[in-house]
């Protein structure tokens, strides 16, 4: 099998002002099998003391690869990933707001976004869990926010925590077959020491997944199921 690309991708940066700046981008892609697709990007930053706002637009296209076109592939005889020729290019409409406040000694960041995506390529597994297939998904969202924040203790000790949620929703006759965990909880605390002249440095940490409910596909039929 063969299959030829082509992207090109232009973007500028303005600054509007010393706080405001401006970032505008085109891309464009080309697939030999696919129409071709031209995606605009826009984001301004704004500024102010030690705050930092962000708020962007980007639109997305991506064409089926050759893996997810044509693969036929066993995994050590544990499942068997096969791909579909009948994709068709996903596209996507991507909002996102971002805030950020940042110190000598104290970084928080707070990311939301929501994404709309049709014809979404992805996969799914069968009833009997020993095949996972690609499929276009009629109509996908994916919403979600990050909450970051790093505290610098002291010049040898750091805690960082991360919290993120995610709801992702892609379906099958209205039925979501997304395995993604709606939340993830990641703590680290990292110290920095001298032990025998070497600098030593150890990191504790850990995270915790929510649990998820998720529907597959029906061996036979395709339709999904529980």
Request: charged fraction near 20%.
């Amino acid at each position: 099998y063969s299959n030829n690309s082509l992207s090109v991708y232009a973007q500028d940066d303005v600054e509007l002002k010393d706080n405001l700046r401006l970032q505008a981008g085109l891309r464009f892609d080309y697939n030999n099998q696919y129409k071709s697709k031209i995606s605009p990007k826009i984001s301004i930053l704004y500024k102010s003391g030690a705050f930092s706002y962000r708020v962007g637009y980007a639109s997305g296209y991506r064409a089926p690869s050759l893996k997810e076109l044509h693969t036929d592939w066993s995994h050590q005889g544990f499942f068997q990933l096969m791909g579909n020729n009948n994709l068709t290019p996903e596209k996507s409409h991507n909002f996102s707001a971002s805030g950020e406040y940042i110190t000598r000694s104290l970084n928080v960041s707070l990311n939301v976004y929501h994404n709309i995506i049709t014809d979404k390529i992805s996969t799914v597994w069968n009833n009997t869990q020993d095949t996972v297939f690609y499929r276009n998904f009629e109509r996908a969202t994916v919403s979600g926010a990050d909450v970051n924040i790093r505290y610098i203790i002291d010049d040898k000790t750091s805690l960082k925590a991360n919290y993120s949620f995610v709801k992702d929703w892609q379906t099958i006759n209205g039925l979501n077959t997304s395995s993604v965990r709606p939340h993830i909880l990641l703590l680290k605390i990292d110290r920095d020491f001298r032990l025998f002249k070497k600098d030593i440095n150890i990191s504790l940490g850990g995270r915790i997944y929510s649990a998820v409910d998720t529907y597959s596909a029906h061996q036979e039929t395709g339709a999904a199921q529980i």
